[in-house]
Nanobody, 125 residues
Framework: QVQLVESGGGSVQAGGSLRLSCAAS????????MGWFRQAPGKEREGVAR????????YYADSVKGRFTISRDNAKNTLYLQMNTLKPEDTAMYYC??????????????????WGQGTQVTVSS
């Protein structure tokens, strides 16, 4: 089993920044891929970014490309999402997720086995 705990959400004004963290524990050696997803009220969960834990290769959704950066500190078993130039449309619950395998391209939530409880991000205009 792998446990994931997110932190770092909050409320900011448009144009501001936040950094989300996701601490992983348990059988983390089995994890090949980690990602960030978000879900706004009334909308489906969408993939934001993902990273291969080995090579560090990343993927970003078009909506966040150039503004968000996903990274991982393997020594601390912690995943990060640096979010800059935030927009009101970024408002959502953000979830960290982990998978034992990794597809290329867009991260699909069905591929991820382990999920955190979520952290709320609210961006006001």
């Amino acid at each position: 089993q792998v446990q994931l705990v997110e932190s770092g959400g909050g409320s900011v004004q448009a144009g501001g920044s936040l950094r989300l963290s996701c601490a992983a524990s348990g059988y983390t050696y089995s994890i090949l891929c980690m990602g960030w997803f978000r879900q706004a009220p009334g909308k489906e969960r969408e993939g934001v970014a993902r990273i291969y834990t080995g090579s560090g290769s990343t993927y970003y959704a078009d909506s966040v490309k150039g503004r968000f950066t996903i990274s991982r500190d393997n020594a601390k078993n912690t995943l990060y999402l640096q979010m800059n130039t935030l927009k009101p449309e970024d408002t959502a619950m953000y979830y960290c997720a982990a998978a034992r395998s990794c597809r290329s391209g867009y991260p699909r939530s069905s591929d991820y086995t382990y999920w955190g409880q979520g952290t709320q991000v609210t961006v006001s205009s």
